[in-house]
């Protein structure tokens, strides 16, 4: 009989495959509830933040509340946003407020279309297609109505609904500041509509957050951190354990060697026990299912490599193989790279594309996906005569730690 995969790493995390998010869910749930409240959160990707504001949403309307959650990042106009929070209302409290659909569209001035959900059989409602192109302004508008009708519905009905907007820093493709102005003039009216603006470009939303733009000292603010390296090292072993595997700490060397993001380390581990052959993780199991991992990406990360400047490219193959500075006589002499202008340059460019993250204390550089720096390391450090082994980690300094991925572990019997 197939062993069942304890993790999972797709779509919403709930249940007994989440874990050890208890101060933050408590707190979220409590800002969605409390009327006229904001809050802005914001972290790296891969963390399980959207995964614990769902979770929030889902607990409030499980307790007769209501709450949503609109997802604006794959918004082409700003028409799409209030698109998306029309059908998260009407999909998450629709159930509840059977005339949800039918009460908002009548708030709302334009041609309105009403199409069926296939998952929940609710009438969907969404501006006509046409709006999407009108003017900025008339569109700023129609945003406008979809949230004051929300407010006035709710006001209506004497309660309080709960708006998650996830990664809002993205409101500002539409305008600019001028967007975030705009957003910010209709929600600070609102008393019975709460705010969670959620994002996970760091240096944009803190840039939102300072003195002279819109949400400066108007938002509560919630830095979304990694999970506690030692809880959920325990919680993968015991996890793994309960699935019939005998991890021999195999959790530990997960999180050493992924680094702080929550989905790259349970990827990592529903991998090992994809892998499992035998009851019992072997030493060097871990490391062969992480080799596993980056080859199982080549083709992806392959092709964009191929999209990179050679200067791009050996600033990656100095930030996976070097533990000094990149503009260190040493490294340029070996990477060869060029003057410290040009590094900078690059490395701000790989940077603000999201290849790279600065390290904790703002002195380097780190890859965001450990497995893109597995693949550089194996398959690019070669090119230059570098051979080291997948499990290499250059940067002392990075949230990683650099460790054997057998490093406190016991021999499997």
Same mark, same amino acid.
């Given at each position: 009989?197939?062993?069942?995969?304890?993790?999972?790493?797709?779509?919403?995390?709930?249940?007994?495959?989440?874990?050890?998010?208890?101060?933050?869910?408590?707190?979220?749930?409590?800002?969605?509830? +409390?009327?006229?409240?904001?809050?802005?959160?914001?972290?790296?990707?891969?963390?399980?933040?959207?995964?614990?504001?769902?979770?929030?949403?889902?607990?409030?309307?499980?307790?007769?509340?209501?709450?949503?959650?609109?997802?604006?990042? *794959?918004?082409?106009?700003?028409?799409?946003?209030?698109?998306?929070?029309?059908?998260?209302?009407?999909?998450?409290?629709?159930?509840?407020?059977?005339?949800?659909?039918?009460?908002?569209? %009548?708030?709302?001035?334009?041609?309105?279309?009403?199409?069926? @959900?296939?998952?929940?059989?609710?009438?969907?409602?969404?501006?006509?297609? %046409?709006? &999407?192109?009108?003017?900025?302004? *008339?569109?700023?508008?129609?945003?406008?109505?979809?949230?004051?009708?929300?407010?006035?519905?709710?006001?209506?009905?004497?309660?309080?609904?709960?708006?998650?907007?996830?990664?809002?820093?993205?409101?500002?493709?539409?305008?600019?500041?001028?967007?975030?102005?705009?957003?910010?003039?209709?929600?600070? &009216?609102?008393?019975?509509?709460?705010?969670?603006?959620?994002?996970?470009?760091?240096?944009?939303? &803190?840039?939102?957050?300072?003195?002279?733009?819109?949400?400066?000292? !108007?938002?509560?603010?919630?830095?979304?951190?990694?999970?506690?390296?030692?809880?959920?090292?325990?919680?993968?072993?015991?996890? !793994?354990?309960?699935?019939?595997?005998?991890?021999?700490?195999?959790?530990?060397?997960?999180?050493?060697? *992924?680094?702080?993001?929550?989905?790259?380390?349970?990827?990592?581990?529903?991998?090992?026990?994809?892998?499992?052959?035998?009851?019992?993780?072997?030493?060097?199991?871990?490391?062969?299912?992480?080799?596993?991992?980056?080859? @199982?990406?080549?083709?992806?990360?392959?092709?964009?490599?191929?999209?990179?400047?050679?200067?791009?490219?050996?600033?990656?193959?100095?930030?996976?193989?070097?533990?000094?500075?990149?503009?260190?006589?040493?490294? &340029?002499?070996?990477?060869?790279?060029?003057?410290?202008?040009?590094?900078?340059?690059?490395?701000?460019?790989?940077?603000? +594309?999201?290849?790279?993250?600065?390290?904790?204390?703002?002195?380097?550089?780190?890859?965001?996906?450990?497995?893109?720096? %597995?693949?550089?390391?194996?398959?690019?450090?070669?090119?230059?005569?570098?051979?080291?082994?997948?499990?290499?980690?250059?940067?002392?300094?990075?949230?990683?730690?650099?460790?054997?991925? *057998?490093?406190?572990?016991?021999?499997?019997?």
């Amino acid at each position: 009989m197939a062993r069942q995969n304890p993790f999972r790493i797709h779509g919403t995390v709930e249940g007994e495959f989440f874990t050890n998010r208890k101060r933050e869910l408590e707190q979220f749930t409590r800002i969605l509830s +409390e009327p006229a409240a904001k809050m802005v959160v914001y972290g790296r990707r891969r963390m399980g933040k959207s995964s614990t504001l769902d979770n929030a949403v889902r607990s409030i309307n499980r307790k007769g509340g209501h709450a949503l959650i609109a997802d604006i990042s *794959t918004a082409s106009t700003v028409t799409d946003i209030g698109n998306r929070i029309l059908a998260g209302a009407t999909r998450s409290i629709g159930k509840r407020w059977r005339e949800l659909a039918r009460e908002l569209v %009548g708030r709302l001035q334009g041609s309105i279309r009403l199409a069926p @959900d296939p998952t929940t059989g609710f009438m969907l409602p969404s501006f006509d297609v %046409g709006l &999407r192109q009108e003017s900025l302004e *008339t569109q700023r508008e129609s945003l406008a109505q979809v949230l004051d009708g929300l407010e006035a519905l709710a006001a209506s009905k004497k309660t309080n609904v709960g708006l998650v907007l996830d990664e809002f820093q993205d409101i500002a493709k539409f305008g600019g500041e001028d967007a975030e102005w705009h957003l910010r003039g209709i929600v600070q &009216r609102h008393k019975h509509v709460s705010y969670i603006f959620a994002g996970s470009e760091e240096h944009l939303i &803190r840039a939102m957050l300072k003195s002279g733009r819109a949400f400066y000292k !108007m938002l509560d603010q919630h830095h979304f951190g990694p999970i506690d390296k030692d809880h959920i090292a325990s919680w993968i072993d015991q996890r !793994m354990d309960s699935a019939g595997l005998t991890s021999n700490f195999a959790g530990a060397a997960c999180v050493n060697l *992924t680094g702080p993001r929550t989905r790259d380390i349970v990827q990592l581990a529903r991998k090992c026990v994809d892998r499992a052959v035998d009851d019992s993780l072997a030493n060097d199991d871990v490391a062969a299912s992480y080799v596993e991992l980056i080859e @199982d990406q080549d083709d992806s990360i392959r092709n964009w490599w191929n999209t990179l400047t050679s200067l791009q490219q050996n600033v990656l193959r100095a930030v996976a193989g070097s533990s000094t500075g990149l503009t260190t006589a040493d490294t &340029r002499k070996k990477f060869s790279l060029e003057s410290s202008g040009s590094i900078t340059n690059a490395a701000a460019a790989l940077l603000n +594309e999201g290849h790279l993250v600065r390290t904790d204390n703002g002195s380097g550089y780190v890859f965001d996906s450990p497995f893109v720096r %597995g693949w550089v390391i194996i398959h690019a450090l070669p090119d230059i005569g570098v051979e080291l082994p997948a499990t290499h980690i250059a940067s002392e300094t990075a949230e990683y730690q650099a460790v054997a991925t *057998t490093k406190g572990r016991k021999s499997t019997p």
